[in-house]
């Protein structure tokens, strides 16, 4: 169940880097390129709309600048899986130092720190080439495994194994994502995308009327693995 509630996730967030470190040495796999973590998209900005099926539905929107290093995912749907029903309204904002997952349904929400910031400090420490789209890819268990058109847009297709998740990657832009574990699939799908646009700076904006409490999970982490000893 654990795995599933896992893939679950990573398809409702489509945050890659957010899936969990592969512990895979991959610095090898390209030669050339020295990585620019400034960048982790492959375009500026862009607005991405969402269809999601299967044992989730609803939508999606996906709101970035600043190459991706500024973005917000809204998400309104419904999971359901055996006589267990939720219903998500949620925002998920990385920006800055920070990273806010708000329940818009219950005005209330989380603020941690931003985790590229934190993958961007520990590919630092490897000898990274390539896009730094590619690197959070890889560094999530990722493997390009194939290409394909959609949306009128040359993709490369990624699976991530133990999440039973295949991702259609444009630009390092998730465009569609399919997972199956455990009788479980969710299709999170593209269906409108605008590119090189000017995005409200409220799509970046926590609501006034939300209550945020500061999490640090680096500490939980620690706690975690001190109870576990």
Excluded: H
């Excluded at 990573?10 to 990585?35: N, P, Q």
């Excluded at 620019?36 to 099926?53: C, L, M, N, P, Q």
């Excluded at 709101?63 to 991706?68: A, L």
Aim: charged content about 25%.
């Amino acid at each position: 169940m654990r795995k599933i509630f896992y893939s679950i996730f990573a398809v409702l967030l489509f945050s890659i880097y957010s899936c969990g470190d592969s512990g895979k040495d991959f610095t090898d796999e390209r030669s050339t390129g020295k990585t620019d973590f400034t960048k982790r998209y492959g375009i500026k900005s862009a607005i991405v709309e969402y269809v999601i099926t299967g044992s989730q539905s609803g939508t999606k929107t996906l709101y970035f600048d600043n190459w991706g290093m500024r973005q917000a995912e809204y998400t309104n749907s419904v999971l359901e899986i055996g006589n267990f029903s939720k219903s998500i309204n949620i925002l998920n904002i990385v920006k800055d130092d920070a990273n806010y997952i708000i329940d818009l349904g219950r005005n209330t929400g989380t603020k941690t720190k931003n985790p590229v910031n934190k993958l961007i400090a520990e590919l630092q420490n490897q000898k990274s080439f390539g896009e730094f789209g590619e690197q959070i890819l890889l560094k999530a268990g990722a493997m390009k495994i194939g290409q394909e058109e959609f949306l009128d847009k040359d993709c490369d297709i990624y699976e991530i194994k133990n999440t039973g998740t295949k991702m259609w990657i444009w630009k390092w832009i998730p465009l569609k994502a399919i997972s199956k574990l455990g009788g479980v699939e969710i299709n999170s799908v593209a269906k409108k995308i605008e590119v090189n646009v000017n995005i409200p700076e409220e799509k970046f904006t926590p609501p006034d009327n939300v209550t945020i409490t500061e999490v640090d999970l680096d500490d939980i982490e620690n706690q975690l693995r001190q109870q576990s000893k």
